[in-house]
């Protein structure tokens, strides 16, 4: 397995958030972080889906605010993680980490390389 680098996968705010990042074949994705806020109005909700399964589903009470949640889950090439949010005004950011598999061929696996070996020569200076 390749050396993990960080990746945002979702990132969104508005009345209604609803996306979805699919996995890249060859890859493993495991989602860290879980950041959401709300608008302030009782209601407002968060959901996270990862590889099918609700793994996360919050409604905000009117006193908070925001919330974080430290999570461990993993999806696979062609797999999909989504995130939807509903109410007045909620905001939601999922990051984590993407592994090559070990001996996938990957389509654009240079381009990949490089960025990985860019970011570790910086981090050397």
Same mark, same amino acid.
Request: charge should be positive.
């Given at each position: 397995m390749s050396r993990p680098y960080s990746v945002r996968f979702l990132t969104g705010s508005g009345t209604a958030v609803d996306q979805t990042y699919? =996995?890249?074949?060859? !890859?493993? @994705?495991?989602?860290?972080?879980? *950041? %959401?806020?709300? &608008? &302030?109005?009782a209601g407002d909700y968060v959901q996270l889906f990862v590889a099918g399964v609700t793994c996360l589903t919050y409604t905000f009470p009117v006193s908070e605010r925001s919330r974080m /949640?430290?999570?461990? /889950?993993? *999806? !696979?090439?062609? +797999?999909? $993680?989504? =995130? *939807?949010t509903g109410g007045s005004q909620a905001a939601v950011h999922v990051s984590g980490f993407l592994f090559a598999e070990a001996g996938a061929? =990957? @389509?654009? *696996?240079?381009?990949? %390389? #490089?960025? $990985?070996? #860019? @970011? +570790?020569? +910086?981090l050397a200076e």
């Open positions: 699919t =996995v890249p074949s060859g !890859y493993r @994705a495991v989602v860290r972080h879980v *950041a %959401a806020s709300s &608008g &302030g109005v /949640w430290d999570v461990r /889950w993993v *999806a !696979y090439g062609g +797999e999909k $993680i989504r =995130v *939807a061929r =990957v @389509a654009g *696996a240079g381009d990949l %390389a #490089a960025a $990985i070996a #860019a @970011a +570790e020569l +910086e």
